[in-house]
Structure formats: structure tokens, C-alpha cells
């Protein structure tokens, strides 16, 4: 059973900075793709970024690209998503999620997700 651990939310004024970090089970975390997602209250659960095995391959949407940054460590089954320059629209739930397979970033599906981790930026 696959397990995904999200940390690192919480509250931050506009133009902070936070660390995400979510924490996978399983031997074969070296393999697989991961991803960001985010929801934000009263709207659908939206891309933020995501990350191939290697050779890594980083992807996002527009309105995060330049200001976010997703990474891994193999070593320790992580994977990270550095936001920085926060703004009100980035509050959300952020959610951690990953796949088995596929070396693409755009699109696909995922198949383990996290409980999420609530971020709230403030004007």
C-alpha cells in the first residue's frame, strides 16, 4: 500500500515563501512520477507541477511557473514544491500525488494521493 505524507503548509503573508514537502511509502519511489495539485473553496482540484524518475523532467501550470519549484530526493522516498512570491490565489489545499509510470509531466492520470495540506496566504 502506497502512502504519500504531505507537510509544510500553512500561513504566510503575500510575497512569503513555503516548502511543501510529501513524504511516499514504497521501495519503487525512484520510478515514479510525482505531482502537485491544489484546490482551492468552491472550485476543482487543479495542476500545479509535477516530476518524472529520471532523467527528471519538471513541468507546471502558467500561473505558478517562475515562483514554484518541484523536486525529489530518491533517497528519501521526497518530493518537494518550493513556492515562493505567494500570493491570496495560491490559497489552497495542496495535494501530493503520484504514479507508477509515465515520463511525461502534462497530463496522465494518478493513482495514490495524499490527505493534503492546507495553504493560506494572506493580502
Known amino acids: 500500500q502506497v502512502q504519500l505524507v504531505e507537510s509544510g503548509g500553512g500561513l504566510v503573508q503575500t510575497g512569503g515563501s513555503l516548502r511543501l514537502s510529501c513524504a511516499a511509502s514504497?521501495?519503487?519511489?525512484?520510478?515514479?512520477?510525482m505531482g502537485w495539485f491544489r484546490q482551492a473553496p468552491g472550485k476543482e482540484r487543479d495542476f500545479v507541477a509535477a516530476?518524472?524518475?529520471?532523467?527528471?523532467?519538471?513541468g507546471y501550470a502558467d500561473s505558478v511557473k517562475g515562483r514554484f519549484t518541484i523536486s525529489r530526493d530518491n533517497a528519501k522516498n521526497t518530493v518537494y514544491l518550493q513556492m515562493n512570491s505567494l500570493n491570496p490565489e495560491d490559497t489552497a489545499v495542496y495535494y501530493c500525488?503520484?504514479?507508477?509510470?509515465?515520463?511525461?509531466?502534462?497530463?496522465?492520470?494518478?493513482?495514490?494521493w495524499g490527505q493534503g495540506t492546507q495553504v493560506t496566504v494572506s493580502s
Open positions: 500525488a503520484a504514479n507508477p509510470s509515465g515520463d511525461y509531466v502534462y497530463g496522465g492520470e494518478y493513482s495514490y
Open positions: 514504497g521501495r519503487t519511489f525512484v520510478d515514479w512520477r
Open positions: 516530476i518524472t524518475r529520471s532523467p527528471l523532467r519538471t
